[in-house]
T-cell receptor, first 114, second 114 residues
Framework: DAGVTQSPTHLIKTRGQQVTLRCSPISGHKSVSWYQQVLGQGPQFIFQYYEKEERGRGNFPDRFSARQFPNYSSELNVNALLLGDSALYLC?????????????FGPGTRLTVL | GDSVTQMEGPVTLSEEAFLTINCTYTATGYPSLFWYVQYPGEGLQLLLKATKADDKGSNKGFEATYRKETTSFHLEKGSVQVSDSAVYFCALSDGGTSYGKLTFGQGTILTVHP
């Protein structure tokens, strides 16, 4: 079975632009979470979506938004990009939304903001 | 808020050496604890987990015991291999929340030489 997939693999943008990152969860998983991993640090939680609704949000500005589609895939949008948004963006899927559900991570999208 | 602190790295060992990576946490309630591993160019993989005090998680020769009295979850392996070279992250999931937010430590780079 396919794991969590993310696209694109790499992305280069300039300051002020907008970006959309995509994630397809493991088949049967209804929850998708997004994390930001800045180089040399651990991942930081951005959002969790379950059954197409936002269930949790981390300490990120309103420039970050996301949505989940009926097929449970998800998009993360970042507006007005800043240099500090350069990071590896990880998507994780799980069967349910609770903290006891194991999260499976995708390979990530590497975003570089120039 | 919740936090995870890992020993500073990087850690460099010779093959067959004993490995310990320290991890301590701060959390309200009764968190679940995890070790994730990240190989170069890949996403995070769950290595092992423990969901309650005194539980021992184990996988691929790695072990960690959930110590509530010392709020620790140290990772150990008796004999490391070159293939164990990777970045290791300690993480917790707060059982008090209704969603599966993971809080990660900063990661420890492990390099094993032949």
């Amino acid at each position: 079975d396919a794991g969590v997939t993310q696209s694109p693999t790499h992305l280069i943008k300039t300051r002020g632009q907008q970006v959309t990152l995509r994630c397809s969860p493991i088949s049967g998983h209804k929850s998708v979470s997004w994390y930001q991993q800045v180089l040399g640090q651990g991942p930081q939680f951005i959002f969790q979506y379950y059954e197409k609704e936002e269930r949790g949000r981390g300490n990120f500005p309103d420039r970050f938004s996301a949505r989940q589609f009926p097929n449970y895939s998800s998009e993360l949008n970042v507006n007005a990009l800043l240099l500090g948004d350069s990071a590896l963006y990880l998507c994780a899927s799980s069967l349910g939304q609770g903290s006891y559900n194991e999260q499976f991570f995708g390979p990530g999208t590497r975003l570089t903001v120039l | 808020g919740d936090s995870v602190t890992q020993m500073e790295g990087p850690v460099t060992l010779s093959e067959e050496a004993f490995l310990t990576i320290n991890c301590t946490y701060t959390a309200t309630g009764y968190p679940s604890l995890f070790w994730y591993v990240q190989y170069p160019g890949e996403g995070l993989q769950l290595l092992l987990k423990a969901t309650k005090a005194d539980d021992k998680g184990s996988n691929k020769g790695f072990e960690a015991t959930y110590r509530k009295e010392t709020t620790s979850f140290h990772l150990e392996k008796g004999s490391v291999q070159v293939s164990d070279s990777a970045v290791y992250f300690c993480a917790l999931s707060d059982g008090g929340t209704s969603y599966g937010k993971l809080t990660f430590g900063q990661g420890t780079i492990l390099t094993v030489h032949p």
